[in-house]
């Protein structure tokens, strides 16, 4: 039997990479996450003010 790992959400950081904005997210937090709390982590992007209030 395999046990599911539970899904964690983390939010990108929003910042310039070279002329065009991207959202990153630190491997330690990544790692940590993965090996440390057996925990799958979720990419979440950074939208903020490009979401509709009734979107968030």
Avoid at 28 to 51: F, H, M, N, R, Y
């Amino acid at each position: 039997m395999s046990t599911r790992r539970p899904l964690t959400g983390i939010p990108a950081d929003r910042r310039p990479l070279g002329q065009h904005f991207g959202h990153c997210v630190g491997e330690k937090t990544l790692a940590t996450l993965a090996e440390g709390a057996q925990a799958a982590p979720v990419w979440i992007a950074s939208l903020g003010d490009e979401l509709e209030a009734r979107e968030r």
